[in-house]
């Protein structure tokens, strides 16, 4: 068992981690995408509400605020559950409309993509949204325009960006902390948590990696990042990992499956360790502290070619 309060004497001071929820129902994740059309969307019963309101309730315990990047299409369908994060001092930020991936989209079908979702969520919140999160970290060198339409639509910053080898997703090349991707504007990108092992970057700053392997990886690899690179993480989630009774989709690819369902018992009390060890806060606060030490993004030449 962990500790169950921040150790005092903790060398953390000023760093603030970035925490972040991706708001998606149990049946629009990445790993079902090929067996559950969009189309049966609307015709499965619904659980996001409840596990949105469960992980309030979490950070409530430890007092921490946190950004909650929705999708377009949840937030149309549950305008009270926005409003209650909203209520809850908690950022509402944007997850694009219905999870399609970046790299599967024109620049034009992305422009249109996050707009309307941006106004769906402005329109149930209330307040303004500046950040925006790519659907599976899906901006990386197939989509070098991905970060001018979103400046150009006025995000202040994304965090859409895994800096690591995946087989699902991931930009290696990329910086490992915040950078500026455009010479021409202020807005900053907060890549995923990655620390080093053995001289190789592994991804640290969440979803099924928290999950799966033991709690002591991800403290190891938080305070590698605050304590020894001084720097803060950025660590996310999901709702439907906080709800084990979630139905089970029988029928998708083995690997699917245990990515999804491994540790959903024990992720409420992982995270409930998590956000008590360490410092946390919105997604925008650490963008505005991130600000001035990002650095313009330079790429090695392969992956120069890539944005010329
Ligand atoms: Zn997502």
Request: neutral net charge.
């Amino acid at each position: 068992m962990n500790a169950p309060f921040p150790d005092p004497s903790s060398p953390l001071p000023g760093i603030v981690n970035g925490l972040s929820v991706d708001v998606e129902d149990w049946f629009q994740v990445g790993a079902f995408e090929n067996v559950i059309a969009r189309g049966e969307w609307d015709s499965i019963k619904t659980r996001v509400e409840d596990n949105v309101y469960r992980v309030i309730d979490l950070f409530a315990e430890a007092d921490v605020s946190a950004t909650f990047f929705t999708l377009g299409w949840v937030a149309k369908r549950h305008p009270n559950m926005i409003r209650r994060i909203v209520d809850a001092g908690h950022e509402i930020a944007s997850h694009g409309y219905d999870h399609a991936r970046v790299f599967t989209f024109t620049r034009a079908e992305f422009a249109e993509d996050i707009r309307k979702a941006r106004a769906i969520l402005e329109d149930c919140s209330g307040v303004a949204v500046t950040g925006y999160r790519a659907p599976s970290f899906s901006i990386d060198g197939r989509t070098p325009w991905a970060f001018a339409e979103l400046a150009e639509q006025g995000y202040a910053y994304s965090s859409s960006v895994a800096p690591v080898v995946h087989d699902h997703y991931g930009w290696p090349e990329a910086p490992r902390f915040a950078f500026k991707p455009l010479p021409w504007s202020s807005m900053i990108e907060l890549p995923v948590t990655t620390a080093i092992l053995g001289g190789r970057r592994v991804a640290a700053g969440g979803g099924g990696f928290f999950r799966v392997l033991p709690y002591g990886f991800s403290r190891w690899a938080i305070r590698q990042v605050n304590r020894r690179e001084g720097r803060p993480a950025m660590f996310y989630f999901h709702p439907w990992e906080v709800d084990p009774d979630q139905p089970r989709v029988g029928h998708a690819p083995l690997r699917s499956r245990f990515r999804h369902y491994t540790g959903l018992a024990r992720m409420a009390e992982k995270l409930r360790d998590l956000v008590h060890e360490f410092r946390w806060g919105r997604m925008d606060l650490v963008a505005h502290r991130e600000a001035a030490r990002a650095e313009p993004l330079v790429l090695p030449e392969r992956a120069e070619d890539a944005l010329a």
